[in-house]
């Protein structure tokens, strides 16, 4: 039995469409990295399965029941948004155990509240009040607030955002091991993509209304099924809408004379090059889009002109297609 399921899932608002045809299912433990460009639905398809919206057509399954049957305080389905949302009359011990209460009695609600509250190193606080929180502070009491409920699926949106890059890092890590520990089923929505490698099982790329492709962070990263998701998630430079090579086959010369005609040449602006673990990287901006590539760069190219035009190419044979069918 699929621990969780959507199934042809589709969300309407005035008349506009917002997703449709939305199907993927999970098993028990799994955590699936949801990402996208902005005002693609992802927030939306997570309040749907959380009961705050309904879906226009289709239907949620949790261990083989139709969620949205059930009432939201029935469906053991926790979320977390971008905003902390605690409430401000409450000390911070207090909002964790607020839903605790209704399972456990006070002393052992509180007995977990504070196991929780020192694992993210917030002991000091116990007694305090949100206002007297940072913002980061506040994020990861809403974190571990739906965490010590835990829910049989946990939504995440974009928890992190608000964070500074140390402490984001911190915290993802921390999720994760908890979530694999709890043997939770999580969706995860977020626009870095180096969160969704590292925190999913699974990514979904969606785009347009529609997943265009899932499946195990690296196959999408490496592998994307159209140009949609190579734009939006994988690290590759897409030729055109069939065809697509992966960063590092890619050279950089001022001259298109330069290449033979077994490469393909692309326009591009030169950013800048920067230096990592020994390794040297141009940054490059294909001419007429805005999408940036970070490509291996095998010569000394400092001395070159923020903003030069030149060329990037790549052999022929390195060329990739597009599979339409995944």
Known sequence: MTYFSLVKAHKEYQKKEIFTGIDFSLEKGEILSLVGPSGTGKSTLLRCIAGLEQFTAGHALLEDQRVEHLKGKERTVGMVFQQPLLFPHLTILENVIYGLKLKRSKREAATEGIKYIK???LEDYIHAYPHELSGGQQQRIALIRALVLKPKLLLLDEPFSSLDPDLRRELRDWVRMLLKQEKMTAIFVTHDREEAMLLGDKVAVLAEGKIQQIGPPRQVYEQP????????YADVIVLNDREYAPNHFFVWSSSKAAFSAEFCVLEAQWLNQTYQFGESYAHIQMTGTKRRHIIPAKHDLSHLTPG??????????????FDKEE
Not at 225 to 232: G, I, K, M, P, Y
Not at 308 to 321: D, F, L, P, Q, W
């Open 225 to 232: 099924s159209n140009e949609l998701v190579a734009r939006h």
């Open 119 to 121: 694992s993210v190193g």
């Open 308 to 321: 030069k035009t030149g060329y990037v190419a790549v052999n022929r044979n390195e060329i990739r297609s």
